[in-house]
């Protein structure tokens, strides 16, 4: 076992699946401590157990009581927060904006863009007395582009990306960094669940012809996303903030 992250303290969210427990596995394994946020009870509960250390919290990220509960919950078991991988979302509904309700578009604002701002201000809140820590935020390649049928998730991708910025700026003098990463095609739930949206009678067809359409030829891996947002965390990133870091397999070359 590497100890990059040893006694570092770190919280997940998301952490039941996909990027957020391949984050939660590689810090873990690195030293970590970590505290994996879901509402997915029983995968998270299942999940944190079969890593070391780990503290699962059972929270909805779009809900202000519950983010405030795992920050605190965090500080009352390991006393302060050093890595926050505030990565939650959801993909919603992906149609035509004539097409989609108001409740297709704040269903989405709630978890990707509120649930980013709730967990930003309450851990800057433990950080900024501590005068340090590391953050990374989940944006998408959607969060640097339009798209023809996900206006609230490309809305609310580039919700996080300037949340990213603000948060690096007011972070800055207090010696705490704030990074957002942007995945293409990624091999995940939500992948799978886009293919299935975008051709109901053929999602394997649709995944073949996504993969075909990346220059690398490929979806990338829940395990590669995570290699560059440990990096992030990392002190060897000690001069990165306010930036967005695409992770795409040159679709956006
Ligand atoms: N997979 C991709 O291709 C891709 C590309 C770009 C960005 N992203 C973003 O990466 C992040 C992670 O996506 P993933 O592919 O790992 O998805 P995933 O669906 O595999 O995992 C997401 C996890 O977040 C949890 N979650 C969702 N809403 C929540 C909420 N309100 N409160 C608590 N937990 C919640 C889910 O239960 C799940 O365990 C998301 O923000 C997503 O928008 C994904």
Redesign the pocket.
């Known amino acids: 076992m590497s100890a990059g992250f040893a006694g570092k303290v770190a919280i997940v969210?998301?952490?039941?699946?996909?990027?957020?427990?391949?984050v939660a596995t590689r810090l873990a394994r690195e030293g970590a401590r970590v505290v994996m946020?879901?509402?997915?009870a029983e995968?998270?509960r299942e999940r944190a157990g079969a890593l070391p250390g780990a503290l699962p919290v059972v929270?909805?990220?779009?809900?202000e009581a519950?983010v405030d509960s795992y920050v605190e919950q965090a500080v009352e078991r390991h006393g302060r927060v050093d890595l926050f991988f505030n990565?939650?979302?959801?993909?919603g509904r992906w149609a035509p904006m004539t097409e989609l309700s108001v409740d297709d578009f704040d269903s989405v604002m709630?978890?990707?863009a509120r649930?980013v701002f709730l967990g930003l201000r309450a851990v800057l809140r433990v950080m900024k007395p501590q005068r340090s820590g590391a953050i990374v935020n989940?944006?998408?390649?959607?969060g640097i582009r339009g798209g023809a049928v996900n206006a609230p998730?490309v809305a609310?991708?580039h919700a996080?990306v300037g949340l990213t910025r603000c948060a690096a700026l007011e972070g800055a003098p207090y010696g705490i960094r704030v990074n957002a990463?942007?995945?293409?095609?990624?091999?995940?739930?939500?992948?799978r669940?886009?293919t299935a949206q975008l051709d109901p009678d053929d999602p394997q067809g649709m995944y073949e012809r996504i993969a075909a359409s990346v220059p690398l030829g490929r979806?990338?891996t829940?395990e590669e996303?995570a290699n560059l947002a440990v990096w992030l965390l990392s002190d060897e990133a000690s001069y990165l903030s306010g930036s967005t870091h695409l992770i795409d397999g040159a679709v956006n070359a």
């Not at 946020?37 to 997915?40: G, H």
């Not at 990565?87 to 993909?91: H, L, P, Q, V």
């Open positions: 969210t998301g952490a039941a699946a996909g990027f957020g427990l391949a946020v879901d509402r997915a995968a998270l929270a909805d990220t779009s809900r519950d990565n939650a979302g959801i993909e709630a978890v990707n649930g989940t944006a998408s390649m959607a998730y609310s991708k996080v990463i942007a995945p293409g095609h990624i091999d995940t739930r939500m992948a669940n886009l979806y990338g829940a996303v």
